[in-house]
């Protein structure tokens, strides 16, 4: 199935320039039990509907980017770089950034 999806550097592109990465998850706390961490790595929500998501641009920017999309439908509600600190950096705040995918 083919959609579109924007990036917020390039603008809209044929989601096949992407690269799914999954929905968008809470990092543990500081000092995580072993549940907690299973949780993380193991189970997503998967749900029929509106989800947030993280998404690269492979073929383009290379960028990362966090998109809302529902999934039911396929249709893409809004797309937004990650927050950043004032220093620059990523925000180490609930959203976890994943790792590059091997390309």
């Not at 949780?39 to 509907?49: H, P, S």
């Not at 073929?59 to 980017?65: D, I, Q, V």
């Not at 893409?76 to 976890?96: C, I, M, N």
């Amino acid at each position: 199935m083919s959609f579109l999806l924007s990036c917020p550097n390039c603008g809209p592109r044929d989601v096949n320039e992407f690269h799914y990465q999954g929905e968008v998850t809470r990092r543990p706390g500081a000092d995580p039990t072993l549940r907690e961490l299973t949780e993380y790595v193991y189970f997503r929500d998967n749900v029929a509907g509106i989800q947030r998501e993280w998404w690269y641009h492979r073929a383009g920017c290379g960028s990362w980017f966090l998109a809302e999309r529902d999934t039911r439908t396929n249709e893409v509600l809004q797309t937004e770089l990650p927050p950043r600190s004032d220093a620059g950096a990523a925000a180490p705040s609930e959203v976890a950034v994943p790792d590059t995918p091997a390309v």
